[in-house]
């Protein structure tokens, strides 16, 4: 997921059962456009994790699973499977947690393979016998996976990154990265007559709510950095920024291209029209809006006739945080929600009139009847609604609650609305009209 939300053609190579999670696994791999060829079929069942998590931060987790090993015959066919596969594509991550489905047998046959097409291996270990690696172009392991491997307590830093370097030669890896917590990342070649071989990349995460998944996260933003042709250094500094985005969110959440663009763009001042932005405009600026620490609050509406009331909601959702988003119905939204004679203001006007109100950060259009995708989409920390509304009752609540968001509900301005506004003009002519008349 962290390999597609960067943009890249992804092929997912693996094992799963004939059950209820291997249905749900599929459906959210085809929604992100994954190519599940590579994966076979077991007798045993798909592994599945929970997370019990507590004030934003995850206590344990629970892994239900077989510990059976997996049948010879699937493992050939998931050895010749992800092998073929090598053919295909620019990078392989060999993502190892010690299920069963990385064996020796294929980490040798799928980086002989792609030695052979040099295409570069990165492989994220779980077990401390390295040379099960060999030929890889880095092993991406923590310093506890390090101390394991190396048998030197994680806490002797210098020593275990020393001991660390001997393992590049050992095994034939062209370097080891060595991710290392609140510290960053250290990139480790052999030692040369004035060069040490080590480069490290300073952490940056501004605030750690869950670090699931991080390590996930530096080796396909590595990957992906390295098979578009950057330096190692840099690929390294642009995966320790993904990891810094991932780890203040809560949950496994994998990281998205426009969230790395937005933290590499610098802010600018804007005017009233450069708030009217697209989806794929608002997605980089809601990015860099979160990087810099902003509290990102969504409220949507049809806004058509502006008065009072709407003034107050806008203003109330500002005080919920720092940056408001406002989703805007489109004229077809309007129409089928209201009916054939709304809205008396078209769409760029009342986008228009909207960006214009200093409580307004940004103004996006949707032309569906809700606005659930966009929710989704931009994942704001707080989901506001006017109006006579539950949170329970709220589109998208759900969503926002169970990433750690709130949903916040203001009461209207008792008296004030476009319906009535609209039933006061037509019951009160202008002059002209009563002359017509």
């Known amino acids: 997921m962290n390999l597609a939300g960067l943009g890249c053609q992804t092929f997912l190579a693996g094992l799963w059962g004939s059950d209820s999670e291997q249905a749900e696994l599929a459906a959210i791999l ?7 060829a590579g994966v076979v079929s077991s007798s045993l069942p798909t592994i599945s994790k929970t997370r019990i998590v507590g004030r934003m931060q995850q206590l344990l987790r629970l892994d239900i699973e077989s510990r059976d090993p997996v049948p010879a015959i699937e493992a050939q066919r998931l050895q010749e499977r992800a092998t073929e596969l090598v053919a295909k594509v620019h990078a392989v991550i060999l993502s190892d947690y010690a299920k069963g489905a990385l064996t020796r047998s294929l980490c040798e046959s799928v980086i002989r393979a792609a030695r052979n097409a040099g295409i570069p291996v990165f492989a994220d ?12 172009t880095t092993v991406c392991p923590n310093l ?9 307590p994680s806490h002797h830093t210098d020593e275990l990154l020393a001991a660390a370097q001997a393992l590049v030669t050992e095994h ?12 960053g990342i250290t990139v480790l070649r052999p030692p040369s007559e004035g060069n040490p071989g080590i480069y490290h990349s300073p952490a940056r995460a501004r605030e750690v709510f869950d670090v699931s998944g991080a390590g996930d996260t530096v080796i396909a933003t590595l990957a992906a950095g390295v098979a578009g042709g950057l330096q190692i250094e840099t690929a390294v500094d642009l995966a320790n920024l993904a990891a810094g985005i991932v780890v ?10 426009h969230e790395l663009v937005a933290a590499l763009t610098p802010s600018s001042g804007l005017t009233a029209g450069e708030k009217i932005l697209d989806l794929d405009r608002l997605k980089l600026r809601v990015a860099e809006w979160r990087s810099s620490g902003e509290t990102i609050v969504f409220t949507n509406g049809c806004f058509d006739l502006l008065h009072v009331g709407h003034i107050t909601l806008l203003e109330d959702c500002r005080r919920f945080g720092s940056k408001l988003v406002l989703g805007l119905n489109a004229d077809a939204s309007v129409c089928r929600l209201k009916g054939p004679t709304r809205p008396i203001v078209s769409e760029r006007e009342r986008a228009r009139v909207m960006a214009a109100l200093a409580a307004v950060d940004a103004v996006v259009l949707f032309e569906e009847d809700t606005p659930l995708e966009l ?11 006017g109006g006579d509304y539950t949170i329970e009752t709220v ?3 759900e969503d926002v609650i169970a990433y750690g968001g709130r949903v916040e509900i203001v009461p209207t301005v008792e008296g004030f609305s476009t319906t009535n506004l609209v039933k006061k003009l037509t019951a009160n002519p202008t002059p002209s009209e009563e002359i017509k008349k």
Not at 125 to 136: E, I, L
Not at 375 to 385: D, E, G, S
């Open 395 to 397: 589109v998208g609540h």
């Open 172 to 183: 034939d890896f062209k370097f080891l990265t060595v991710t290392m917590s609140e510290k």
């Open 30 to 36: 085809e929604r992100a456009s994954i190519n599940t």
């Open 144 to 152: 506890g996976e390090l101390s394991a491997a190396t048998g030197i």
């Open 375 to 385: 929710i989704r989409t931009l994942r704001p920390n707080v989901l506001v609604k």
């Open 248 to 257: 203040s969110k809560v949950g496994t959440v994998p990281i998205a291209a």
């Open 125 to 136: 270990p779980k077990t401390p016998d390295f040379s099960k690696y060999s030929g890889a």
